[in-house]
T-cell receptor, first 114, second 115 residues
Framework: AQSVTQLGSHVSVSEGALVLLRCNYS??????LFWYVQYPNQGLQLLLK??????LVKGINGFEAEFKKSETSFHLTKPSAHMSDAAEYFC????????????FGRGTSLIVHP | ETGVTQSPTHLIKTRGQQVTLRCSSQ?????VSWYQQALGQGPQFIFQ???????GRGNFPPRFSGLQFPNYSSELNVNALELDDSALYLC??????????????FGPGTRLTVT
């Protein structure tokens, strides 16, 4: 079984500041990890994913995340926030080895102040 | 390239009624997954269809059922609606009966309100 915990239901940053959204997972086997973004009244869009290989993953819109097995974490970062980054962000985990059913976290709302 | 579309965008139903939600997958995609996203929660997997057959199911009762058609569009049917069924229903399409590393493309969702 797998689970995801996103720390902080809301994160508030100033435009130009570092964005850090936290995600910790629990998995009985090596996980596949995902970050999705959801803008108001829209579906989810994949930002980035980790399956195997390099633990630092770069995604769209300047976001990146690092898989840290020892910390069971997959935190999402962006060096400089933009107003257009304001949205809901979801971390998700699924199991390598065939289980395709992803488990999503409860989401973190990113608020960007001018 | 046409993305994933869903209809209707909003729907209001009364407890006990039945509802059908529709999804058109992205061009070239033969797999459709359905999710329920309650307010303030992450999406929860309902089931997946691959080439017109159910290919996995989450922890939802049998009154949640689905279909996939030869053109790979899909329907989600919910019978005997309950107040807790009020949620955003998301459809996602992908290519192939893939493992966990698949990429899904989500539609904008259908907002269902049960009164």
């Amino acid at each position: 079984a797998q689970s995801v915990t996103q720390l902080g239901s809301h994160v508030s940053v100033s435009e130009g500041a570092l964005v850090l959204l936290r995600c910790n997972y629990s998995s009985s086997v090596p996980p596949y990890l995902f970050w999705y973004v959801q803008y108001p009244n829209q579906g989810l869009q994949l930002l980035l994913k980790y399956t195997t290989g390099a633990t630092l993953v770069k995604g769209i819109n300047g976001f990146e995340a690092e898989f840290k097995k020892s910390e069971t974490s997959f935190h999402l970062t962006k060096p400089s926030a933009h107003m257009s980054d304001a949205a809901e962000y979801f971390c998700a985990v699924s199991l390598s080895g065939g289980s395709y059913i992803p488990t999503f976290g409860r989401g973190t709302s990113l608020i960007v102040h001018p | 390239e046409t993305g994933v579309t869903q209809s209707p965008t909003h729907l209001i139903k009364t407890r006990g009624q039945q509802v059908t939600l529709r999804c058109s997958s992205q061009s070239g995609h033969n797999t459709v997954s359905w999710y329920q996203q309650a307010l303030g929660q992450g999406p929860q997997f309902i089931f997946q269809y691959y080439r017109e057959e159910e290919n996995g199911r989450g922890n939802f009762p049998p009154r949640f059922s689905g279909l996939q058609f030869p053109n790979y569009s899909s329907e989600l049917n919910v019978n005997a609606l309950e107040l807790d069924d009020s949620a955003l229903y998301l459809c996602a399409s992908s290519i192939g009966r893939q493992g966990a590393s698949y990429e899904q493309y989500f539609g904008p969702g259908t907002r269902l309100t049960v009164t």
